[in-house]
């Protein structure tokens, strides 16, 4: 069974004599508990200074013209949705990604509830949140050298587009939830019927090792399988019927104020899984070059490597209850830019029979957020996954990975990530 660290020895001195003892008694750790992660780093000092650096991200690099040229910046505003469909245009973010959250958990917290749920749209690199009402779009964005950037868009036709940097969100998205970095936080919790939170009911950690009982409270799920058990649908209830579940999310998702139907439940798998992969990415780029700055080396990263990997190889995924259809509007545009061998095969390629993807690597492999990790990090964790791919890596923690699957990899990998598998 999977090792769950207590609360009480996740960060400090503590942590650093459980993880030893675990060192000691070579027991597996859970692939979503990166040891000592939730120990939030210094990212405001050298060697990151967070705060301090200019961003590169894809919001970054849409905003500079218009801070040219202000006048750019004027995009069609409709009357409903607002400047919304034209920044997910702009971003190349695709409205089939649609999820909606009921519960109030963003700072905007007021004008979310049941009947004007929050939307949530992503892509590889950028996410978007709007609110029907609500003043400002919330934007979130992968920077291959900061980690997450957080931004805002104000809801005024009067006033072209212009997107603002913000460090509020840092108050939730850099603390344990997000393993101690700027990034992602996704929560799993009850709410009463106007959706205020019930926090005694919260999930420690959203990702694809979470069990699906344990998943999506306060969001909207449509399409779920009616054997799958989720915390779904349910504001202030018990969930109904999937039936009677998917008739209320059309219901509010096919008026005018959201540019597509339906909370879907594939985008929120693909969530679920991308976000924490982001952050571990994040998480070992900074604590990376920490021990660069310290030490010269990464040789005291090793256990977190071998964790990063086990989360990258999907080791721990919690198994399907059953198959899943999912939205194939959502499919085409997760898979539009999807890399593929000459066999046309693609991380993209889903299963979602027994599991998520059909070949069992993460497709945020291939990002420019891992390429930029520092180079003796992203030289280990290649170095470790090449062994683990070809079968030389003994370790207990990859033993499950199927021959088959690991040779797929091996070769889709090689194809379409040259830069990445030289000398493989």
């Given at each position: 069974m999977p090792l769950r660290f207590p609360k009480t020895v996740r960060c400090g001195r503590s942590a650093f004599l459980f993880i030893a003892a675990c060192i000691w008694n070579n027991s597996p750790a859970a692939a979503e508990d990166f040891q000592g992660s939730t120990h939030k780093l210094d990212f405001e000092k050298a060697p990151v200074l967070y705060t301090q650096k200019n961003p590169s991200d894809p919001v970054d690099q849409a905003a500079r013209p218009m801070r040219a040229n202000r006048a750019l910046g004027w995009k069609p505003f409709d009357k409903d949705q607002g400047y919304l469909p034209a920044v997910l245009e702009?971003?190349?973010?695709?409205p089939e990604s649609q999820m909606l959250v009921f519960s109030k958990?963003?700072?905007?917290?007021?004008?979310?509830?049941?009947?004007?749920?929050?939307?949530?749209?992503?892509?590889?690199?950028?996410?978007?949140?709007?609110?029907?009402?609500?003043?400002?779009?919330?934007?979130?964005?992968?920077?291959?050298?900061?980690?997450?950037?957080?931004?805002?868009?104000?809801?005024?036709?009067?006033?072209?587009?212009?997107?603002?940097?913000?460090?509020?969100?840092?108050?939730?998205?850099?603390?344990?939830?997000?393993?101690?970095?700027?990034?992602?936080?996704?929560?799993?919790?009850?709410?009463?019927?106007?959706?205020?939170?019930?926090?005694?009911?919260?999930?420690?950690?959203?990702?694809?090792?979470?069990?699906?009982?344990?998943?999506?409270?306060?969001?909207?799920?449509?399409?779920?399988?009616?054997?799958?058990?989720?915390?779904?649908?349910?504001p202030g209830e018990k969930p109904g019927t999937p039936e009677s579940a998917n008739a209320r999310?059309?219901?509010?998702?096919?008026?005018?104020?959201?540019?597509?139907?339906?909370?879907?439940?594939?985008?929120?798998?693909?969530?679920?899984?991308?976000?924490?992969?982001?952050?571990?990415?994040?998480?070992?780029?900074?604590?990376?070059?920490?021990?660069?700055?310290?030490?010269?080396?990464?040789?005291?990263?090793?256990?977190?490597?071998?964790?990063?990997?086990?989360?990258?190889?999907?080791?721990?995924?919690?198994?399907?209850?059953?198959?899943?259809?999912?939205?194939?509007?959502?499919?085409?545009?997760?898979?539009?830019?999807?890399?593929?061998?000459?066999?046309?095969?693609?991380?993209k390629d889903f299963n979602l029979t027994t599991r998520l993807f059909r070949y069992p690597c993460s497709f945020l492999i291939d990002s420019e957020a891992f390429r930029k990790l520092p180079q003796l990090v992203r030289d280990a964790v290649l170095s470790r996954l090449h062994n683990i791919l070809t079968g030389q890596d003994s370790h207990p923690d990859f033993q499950n990975l199927d021959r088959d699957d690991a040779k797929a990899v091996l070769d889709i990998l090689k194809e379409t990530a040259p830069d990445l598998t030289a000398g493989w």
């Amino acid at each position: 069974m999977p090792l769950r660290f207590p609360k009480t020895v996740r960060c400090g001195r503590s942590a650093f004599l459980f993880i030893a003892a675990c060192i000691w008694n070579n027991s597996p750790a859970a692939a979503e508990d990166f040891q000592g992660s939730t120990h939030k780093l210094d990212f405001e000092k050298a060697p990151v200074l967070y705060t301090q650096k200019n961003p590169s991200d894809p919001v970054d690099q849409a905003a500079r013209p218009m801070r040219a040229n202000r006048a750019l910046g004027w995009k069609p505003f409709d009357k409903d949705q607002g400047y919304l469909p034209a920044v997910l245009e702009m971003l190349g973010v695709p409205p089939e990604s649609q999820m909606l959250v009921f519960s109030k958990t963003s700072l905007q917290r007021q004008p979310i509830s049941p009947e004007n749920p929050r939307a949530l749209y992503f892509s590889d690199t950028v996410y978007v949140g709007y609110i029907p009402g609500a003043p400002d779009l919330e934007l979130a964005a992968v920077d291959p050298d900061l980690g997450t950037v957080f931004y805002t868009v104000h809801q005024d036709k009067d006033e072209p587009v212009r997107f603002r940097r913000s460090n509020d969100c840092l108050q939730c998205h850099a603390s344990a939830r997000s393993m101690g970095v700027p990034g992602f936080v996704l929560r799993s919790l009850d709410t009463d019927a106007s959706g205020e939170i019930i926090p005694t009911t919260d999930t420690e950690h959203l990702s694809h090792c979470t069990p699906f009982s344990e998943r999506w409270g306060g969001w909207f799920v449509s399409n779920a399988p009616a054997a799958w058990p989720h915390r779904g649908n349910a504001p202030g209830e018990k969930p109904g019927t999937p039936e009677s579940a998917n008739a209320r999310i059309k219901g509010l998702s096919s008026s005018r104020q959201y540019p597509a139907e339906g909370s879907d439940t594939l985008a929120l798998l693909v969530h679920d899984h991308q976000t924490h992969m982001h952050n571990y990415i994040t998480r070992l780029h900074m604590e990376g070059l920490e021990r660069i700055s310290e030490y010269g080396h990464v040789r005291y990263l090793d256990i977190q490597i071998r964790a990063f990997l086990r989360y990258l190889l999907f080791t721990e995924e919690a198994k399907f209850p059953a198959k899943l259809e999912g939205s194939q509007p959502f499919k085409e545009a997760f898979q539009k830019n999807a890399k593929r061998d000459s066999k046309g095969r693609s991380l993209k390629d889903f299963n979602l029979t027994t599991r998520l993807f059909r070949y069992p690597c993460s497709f945020l492999i291939d990002s420019e957020a891992f390429r930029k990790l520092p180079q003796l990090v992203r030289d280990a964790v290649l170095s470790r996954l090449h062994n683990i791919l070809t079968g030389q890596d003994s370790h207990p923690d990859f033993q499950n990975l199927d021959r088959d699957d690991a040779k797929a990899v091996l070769d889709i990998l090689k194809e379409t990530a040259p830069d990445l598998t030289a000398g493989w």
